[in-house]
């Protein structure tokens, strides 16, 4: 019996080595197991774009919103805008991209094309999904600039 739960253990660890992605941003590109997928650019601390190595359109900008509170970020929200679909979703999960401190963005913005990923919005050619991109926003989006009075 301990056998059979030690082979079965170890089978899923290897199983989830073997089928890791490596994300990585480097030289202005996101890299997928070592090859290139999009190009990444770094606009500000707050905002990052993502464009199509095939079209070179922008098809994807992260905004970091702080709701106009600096100090406090309890409030905090993420914006994706998935420009050639025209659909933006807003969110507090914040946690699903923040690595570390989350001082780091070029870490933070790793973590988004994992979880991208991970979703199937982006396969691993860096192409949109369409279809789930409808899911993604449907799973995550919080309107929250349309729910919150100015």
Known sequence: MRRIFLSIVLSLVGFSI????EVEIKDDQVLLDGVAILKY??????Q???YSLDTEDEIL???WHDNETNQYTQDDYIILN??????KVETTNVELIISGLGMNSKKNMQKLVKWLLKEKVIDNKGTLNSAKVEVFYEKYNEDITERTSR
């Open 18 to 21: 073997l089928y890791a992605q």
């Open 82 to 87: 998935f420009l050639t679909l025209k659909t």
């Open 48 to 50: 990052h774009s993502f």
């Open 41 to 46: 650019e770094k606009i500000n601390i707050s």
């Open 61 to 63: 900008v992260f905004k």
